[in-house]
């Protein structure tokens, strides 16, 4: 066992804990996420020793228990999503990368506008265009978050990023396009 990395330490695994931080987690994003239980397929699930009570995705401006964790890293496939839960004792789970659904919609001024450019820019409707999904993830070193925005319009997905209050741009070609 090598001290100097507890992630990587040999443990024996409570295999009852594991099964109840599983189905914390399916609860988790199926709440999260306002979709059926049916819809989630578990791809992977890890064993972690995390550093803190943050089980890795640390909140700002919140302190953490400092003690090494015991949880699990799961990989779960809900639709055309992959999404990345980290769970602890309790049992605990946190979406990573995801926001709640409520956050971010088609009404929120940011997600809008990128839709709106998507859709001037196809020579589309407003409601031809889709949001597929939208997440932030929080730079530390700058304490900057960046909004990142999927959206579909023609059979065709479209990445948008930026800061969260914006303005996005859209990032490379979309999924699918060939260079003619």
């Not at 978050?145 to 741009?169: C, D, H, K, Q």
Request: charged share 20%.
């Amino acid at each position: 066992m090598n001290v100097s990395d507890p992630e990587s330490a040999s443990q024996s695994v409570d295999l009852t804990e594991v099964g109840q931080q599983v189905l914390a987690a399916l609860v988790h994003v199926t709440e999260e996420l306002d979709i059926e239980l049916a819809s989630v397929t578990i791809v992977k699930v890890e064993h972690k020793l995390w550093p803190d009570s943050s089980l890795g995705i640390p909140e700002p401006g919140v302190s953490y228990v400092q003690a090494l964790t015991p949880g699990c890293i799961m990989q779960m496939q809900a639709g055309d999503r992959t999404l990345t839960v980290h769970t602890g004792p309790g049992p605990t789970a946190k979406l990573q990368g995801i926001p709640a659904a409520a956050e971010f919609n088609e009404d929120l001024p940011v997600v809008a506008s990128a839709m709106l450019n998507l859709a001037t820019m196809m020579g589309l409707r407003f409601s031809d265009v889709k949001l597929v999904g939208a997440q932030t993830e929080h730079n530390p070193a700058t304490d900057r978050s960046r909004l990142t925005v999927t959206l579909e319009a023609a059979s065709r997905r479209y990445v948008w990023t930026g800061p969260e209050t914006g303005p996005l741009e859209l990032l490379g070609k979309p999924a699918g396009q060939r260079d003619d």
